[in-house]
């Protein structure tokens, strides 16, 4: 069975295994618990999880941003979107991604916004899929 809860400090070493699957790179857990204290501490960062069985299968974080024009309504970034390669095609993504939505619509986001690396066109169709549009806007980076 499916569910879906806030990430919590004990679930780091399983996310960490997700984020090395999402980046190809390891991941430091003792940088992961001082950065997730941070996140758990500001109610603006939502870090959920998709359980099936008592394991981690899935993950998402939504940052709600508040903004200053038209109506000042907040909008929210979500990043990090990974989905265990093995509970891939199985709802998981999708379920993830009504959670966060529905928590958009709950803070009164106007919008929520992601990128996706150009490389990634499986998840590409997975969000056009569930409505997000890959041509109205063009991202960019600039890593430091």
Avoid at 64 to 80: S, T, Y
Avoid at 132 to 140: A, K, L, N, P, T
């Amino acid at each position: 069975m499916l569910e879906i809860e806030r990430i919590s400090e004990r679930d780091l070493p399983e996310l960490a295994a997700l984020f090395r699957e999402l980046s190809g790179r390891e991941q430091s857990l003792e940088k992961m618990k001082i950065s997730f204290s941070n996140i758990e501490k500001n109610e603006e960062y939502i870090v959920l999880g998709a359980k099936i069985g008592g394991r981690l299968a899935g993950s998402v974080m939504g940052i709600v941003c508040h903004d200053l024009v038209d109506d000042c309504r907040p909008f929210m970034v979500i990043e990090n979107v990974i989905v265990a390669e093995e509970f891939r095609r199985a709802g998981v993504g999708r379920a993830l991604m009504k959670c966060i939505e529905d928590i958009c619509i709950e803070r009164d986001c106007c919008y929520s916004m992601l990128v996706s690396g150009s490389q990634r066109t499986d998840a590409h169709r997975f969000y056009e899929s569930i409505g997000y549009g890959h041509d109205v806007v063009r991202g960019f980076k600039k890593f430091f």
